[in-house]
């Protein structure tokens, strides 16, 4: 019963008479990417754009070694920072301060080879100390997992570096390269000169935008970096207002507080789409909404009986909410782990509708007036969906 929700992003007609969408901004600004070649003549930024963003920033993202097992820091990673290898438009795992990999035949070494020019905000060139140095301090997310099976982690040279695993482990460069912040690079010399507490107030990254200030709660400022070796950004000036209330920021960027906004959904996704100067644009992202029943295991719960499980799922109307919420932009999957794109997925059928059935079988399992179900839990950001 899984329904992974597609938020929708809107904007507006900058102060600064820019036009972008949320993916155009993570392109010019976090991915800094153009139809241009890394080294090429490009004309300085210009300008500044305001992303209304509906979360509060926490200074624990601005260092890769916290790195929690979530997707949102990564807004502000991929523009503050930089990493190895990390997914890219079109490359699940794309180059970046690594030019290049390989992992030996018995698949216990992985070296590593980094891009020459490649710097920090501060003006230091990113070495293979960097690398090994933001590995050994990583504490994020599967840092427990990580470091049982890495042996050892070797600065050949300044552009080499070389992991060593205790065992083969397929997923080496998953967890390294896309699940984790472990890949993602900091200055060695400059994060032991001013502590672990003085990086996050001033964080130096290797990320096309440098770090300009933080007023907690309220917003993030970054500038373009010059230096940076894929191409200088287009925008100037990167502006994070932290409105986490989905009103607030609709009425926000109506009034042209802002230029962009993400997770706007249900009437007020409808009331964008219908505002003169503002365009709606769909985001389908990994976000899976099911329902679990963990009092399935308790044999003295209702929910022990696979009919009251199916009756629930017959209850529940995808497609409505799907409209109602999304404005029909989510993709109901029918399954709620496995994406479409691993090797041998199997497409279950589509879930259906029928309140009919679900009474029946509710009828058939000793509950034909329903029973008191218990509490249902959500993630906060999902919490509308309960209401729709």
């Not at 210009?46 to 601005?62: D, E, K, M, N, R």
């Not at 199997?346 to 509950?367: F, H, I, M, S, T």
């Amino acid at each position: 019963m899984a329904s992974p929700l597609g938020d929708a992003g809107g904007s507006a007609p900058g102060r600064n008479g820019i036009h972008l969408s949320r993916r155009e901004i993570l392109a010019l600004a976090g991915f800094a990417l153009t139809a241009g070649m890394p080294g090429r003549l490009a004309a300085a930024p210009q300008g500044q754009l305001t992303w209304g963003v509906h979360i509060s920033l926490a200074p624990t993202w601005f260092d890769p070694a916290e790195t929690p097992g979530i997707i949102t820091p990564f807004m502000v990673m991929y523009a503050l920072h930089d990493a190895l290898v990390k997914p890219m438009p079109g490359q699940p795992m794309g180059a970046s301060l690594a030019e290049s990999w390989s992992a030996s035949e018995d698949a216990l070494v992985y070296d590593f080879t980094l891009r020459d020019g490649a710097k920090f905000h501060n003006g230091e060139p990113v070495t293979a100390e960097d690398v090994k140095f933001s590995f050994e301090r990583y504490r994020g997310t599967s840092h427990d997992m990580m470091k049982a099976r890495v042996a050892s982690v070797e600065a050949l040279d300044a552009r080499h570096v070389r992991f060593k695993l205790k065992e083969p482990w397929p997923d080496f460069m998953v967890f390294y390269a896309t699940a984790t912040g472990a890949g993602w690079i900091v200055p060695k010399k400059y994060v032991e000169k001013v502590g672990e507490d003085g990086f996050k107030k001033a964080p130096i990254g290797a990320g096309p935008y440098k770090f300009v200030s933080f007023d907690p709660g309220i917003e993030l400022t970054l500038e373009a970096f010059d230096g940076y070796w894929r191409k200088t950004p287009s925008v100037k000036r990167l502006v994070f207002r932290c409105i986490p209330d989905e009103a607030t920021r609709l009425a926000a960027l109506k009034r042209g507080e802002v230029d962009i906004v993400y997770s706007i959904r249900g009437e007020l996704a409808e009331e964008l789409r219908s505002s003169p100067g503002l365009s709606l644009k769909p985001s389908v992202i990994q976000g899976t909404f099911w329902l679990a029943f963990p009092e399935q295991w308790d044999e003295k719960s209702p929910w022990h009986d696979e009919r009251v499980r199916r009756a629930a799922s017959l209850a529940i109307d995808r497609d409505g909410i799907n409209q109602a919420l999304t404005l029909g932009y989510s993709r109901l999957t029918g399954n709620p782990f496995v994406p479409d794109t691993f090797d041998f997925y199997w497409q279950p059928p589509k879930p259906v509708y029928d309140p009919a059935k679900a009474r029946q079988l509710l009828a058939e399992a000793g509950y034909p007036n329903g029973f008191e179900a218990g509490e249902y839990n959500c993630d906060a950001s999902s919490k509308r969906s309960t209401r729709t």
